[in-house]
């Protein structure tokens, strides 16, 4: 083969990577921004996609990388979430001395590394799963080094599990977490756009042209029904007190049949993230559903 058909070969190679790339970009982009309704008459409240959060303020580009807020004691390294590897120093270190050396990486990956050290064993992990999908195979390999560079550095005894099997288990929990990610959307309408005043409640409100939206992001909920039944009791009272209505994202009315129905669905929910090892509202729950 002449080196011009080895060149033309390349090219080609290089397009067609490319345009994998751009699909599994474009895939990723439409499923985050899907908003789609369960197959119920009234369902259509439920958002069965993941809704991304406003993210204030904005990530900092990576050339300029900011130092996150330590994370709660309580927050520590889980494998089903994360890819855990294993550090055995020679003796017990000062503190300052490994977050020195683990400095690098934590700006490098922010709050999605997270070091948990007791003595001489030292924990460290990348966040696998979030709403933003699966960490890629090159970040994990990349935080895998830079976790092989701390341990030479500090002289420690490093075991890492296998990345392919990691990943495949992240995967299929993203699968699952995507199928449960779901937000609860009512509306009061008819009430004008006068200010209402929601004080202590766990759910969220957010103005519209004719009244309020209530909304429960299920998965970042302790006790997703108790707060879905408190938002139905205040959205239902600032009707009646106002003299609006209770509809759907469609603008159908609610009735109690369809609030209950929403409720069960909301316990089918809950079950499946508990059963996942994501109860909801717990501290891993909101490290996933971030």
Known sequence: MTDL????????VLAVIAVVV?????????RRDAE??????HADVLLDERREPALTPRREPPSEPRRPAPAPASVLPAERVDYVIELT??????????????????RRFARRALLAAEGAQ???ALQLVSRNGVASDAEVLEFRAMV???AAALAARVAAPEMREALEAARELDRACADADIQVALH????GTAPTQFIGQPFQVSARDDGVTLTLDVARTREPRATYEAMVRAGRDLAQSRGGRLIDDAGRELD???LAAIGRELDAVGAKLAACGLEPGSPLALRVFS
């Open 5 to 12: 058909q080895l060149g033309l070969l390349a090219i080609g």
């Open 22 to 30: 751009y699909n599994r970009w474009q895939e990723r982009a439409a």
């Open 36 to 41: 789609q309704a369960f197959g119920s008459a």
């Open 89 to 106: 120093l020679p003796k017990a270190l000062p503190a300052p001395v490994v977050h020195e050396t683990w400095s690098p990486i934590e």
């Open 122 to 124: 030292v924990r460290a």
């Open 148 to 150: 092989e560079t701390m």
């Open 188 to 191: 009061v309408v008819g009430i």
């Open 256 to 258: 109690e049949r369809a």
